[in-house]
Nanobody, 119 residues
Framework: QVQLAESGGGLVQTGGSLRLSCAAS????????MGWFRQPPGKEREFVAA????????YYADSVKGRFTISRDNAKNTVYLQMNSLKPEDTAVYYC????????????WGQGTQVTVSS
């Protein structure tokens, strides 16, 4: 059974940093793209960043480029999202997802972790 477990969310002041973790289990993810999405209050879920597990190629939304960094640790089967220079508009529930390279939609999702940035 595939599981994606996010952690690391919390309350932080504007300009602060947080590191989110997504521990993946239940299968091999070498043929997957691992992504971070977020859903701000009252809004749709939106893409934040993604990383191809095998190559390490990364993708970012324009709104987080230069502030967020996605990475993975193969030994720990964990994907990270380092978030710096946080802004109140980064407040959201952050979700980890996994998508097989041959699929267009994400196949698996975590339960989400709340990030709140106070002004």
């Amino acid at each position: 059974q595939v599981q994606l477990a996010e952690s690391g969310g919390g309350l932080v002041q504007t300009g602060g940093s947080l590191r989110l973790s997504c521990a993946a289990s239940g299968r091999t993810f070498s043929n997957y793209v691992m992504g971070w999405f977020r859903q701000p209050p009252g809004k749709e879920r939106e893409f934040v960043a993604a990383i191809a597990w095998s190559t390490g190629v990364t993708y970012y939304a324009d709104s987080v480029k230069g502030r967020f960094t996605i990475s993975r640790d193969n030994a720990k089967n964990t994907v990270y999202l380092q978030m710096n220079s946080l802004k109140p508009e980064d407040t959201a529930v952050y979700y980890c997802g996994a998508r097989n390279l041959i699929h267009t939609d994400y196949d698996y999702w975590g339960q989400g972790t709340q990030v709140t940035v106070s002004s």
